[in-house]
């Protein structure tokens, strides 16, 4: 089990407890349902530390609610969620060596995050804050100070791309790189080729996504490769529109709706395509990208936020503009086209994503736990 913890400010307001033999590990975030970057990052990180021997004391940001009509009802709901959630933190923290946050923008900052640490604060535990999101810049924009007044009494603040260590760097709060983690005894190649054009595109459905550039994109591409297909692999309140969009643009029978997905089936999509399309507004470290990768699909993205750190033009992916559906369809164009091309950034892609394995990344974690915990 892992549990929750406070962090030792930079000043040193609090003495570091001596590194124990068997490292207790509060942490905390959400948990599928619904499967998402954060949530399978989190319930990954669990798995892998206790399987390296840590005890993980897991705090589940994203509980159901009990009853199940609370989560109808917008106020009442974060009231239901949070106080239970508080008493889980309080109680974690008695037990537990350290605290590793795993922490987003927006409200989830103000209600998930902030707590954790400060209840840590209170019950003399480190904290490693570990922040994600492509909108970090936005949300930093306009609450830095409050942020900051928080994220000082953490031991460290980690970020898993050189993207949001800049962001951060911007607003006077240092931050170390510790990259996601991507498991390749799940998300490996695929042993056949499809018979035809399959692009996947897997985010959510929400307007920060911009599933709607790939659609018109996915309609120019038709006029060149009519047996192509796509599948859009999640879900969201936009999926009523998208698919509105699809027929209205004639190439509703070359789309297909998954839904959501877990990992499993996720990797078995992405082994049954041919190329991945990331359309994202904004952007950190998406973890599609890299387990399209893994799979040995050659990657067409949007160039935003954390991208161009994850990944290089014409190397591991080609890089287009946000929202230029045009340049979209070109770059799937050329890689259905050009083999050579195709085949270096299959080659490439698969060689990169092994600096993202638990082998490489887990010996990380443990160092920034023991420079918590340490003098």
Request: charged share 20%; glycine share 8%.
């Amino acid at each position: 089990m892992m549990k929750p913890g406070a962090l030792c400010s930079a000043g040193g307001l609090f003495h570091a407890k001596p590194v124990p033999a068997r490292l207790t590990v509060g942490l905390i975030g959400p948990l599928p349902p619904p499967s998402g970057g954060m949530a399978n990052q989190t319930m990954q990180l669990a798995r892998l530390l206790g399987e390296a021997s840590l005890s993980v004391e897991l705090v589940r940001t994203n509980a159901p609610y009990a009853p199940a009509w609370v989560g109808r009802v917008p106020l009442l709901r974060a009231g239901f969620r949070l106080t239970p959630y508080l008493w889980r933190l309080w109680r974690a923290a008695g037990i537990c060596d350290l605290f590793h946050i795993m922490a987003n923008s927006g409200w989830s900052w103000h209600l998930f995050a902030a707590p954790a640490i400060w209840i840590a604060r209170a019950r003399g535990i480190p904290v490693l804050i570990n922040y994600r999101g492509g909108e970090a810049g936005q949300f930093l924009r306009g609450g830095a100070a409050v942020v900051r007044f928080s994220m000082k009494r953490a031991a460290a603040l980690i970020v898993p791309s050189g993207f949001l260590q800049q962001v951060f760097a911007r607003h006077d709060m240092p931050a170390k790189i510790v990259p996601n983690i991507i498991d390749l005894e799940k998300f490996h190649p695929a042993d056949h080729l499809p018979t035809s054009p399959h692009v996947v595109l897997a985010r959510n459905l929400e307007p920060l996504y911009d599933i709607a550039s790939g659609l018109r994109a996915m309609a120019i591409l038709l006029r060149e490769h009519p047996l192509a297909r796509m599948s859009i692999a999640g879900s969201g309140p936009e999926r009523a529109r998208l698919e509105a969009l699809a027929d209205e643009l004639g190439i509703a029978a070359q789309v297909r709706f998954t839904g959501r997905l877990d990992s499993q089936e996720m990797a078995a999509l992405y082994r049954d395509a041919s190329l991945s399309l990331n359309t994202a507004l904004a952007d950190n470290m998406p973890n599609s990208v890299l387990e399209a990768l893994a799979c040995g699909l050659p990657v067409v993205s949007t160039d935003v936020g954390g991208v161009p750190f994850l990944v290089r033009h014409e190397e591991t992916a080609l890089l287009v503009s946000p929202g230029d559906a045009d340049a979209m369809a070109t770059a799937m164009a050329r890689l259905i086209g050009d083999d050579a091309l195709r085949q270096r950034l299959i080659r490439n892609g698969l060689e990169h994503v092994q600096a993202f394995t638990w082998e490489r990344v887990g010996k990380q974690w443990l160092d920034r736990y023991h420079e918590a915990m340490g003098p």
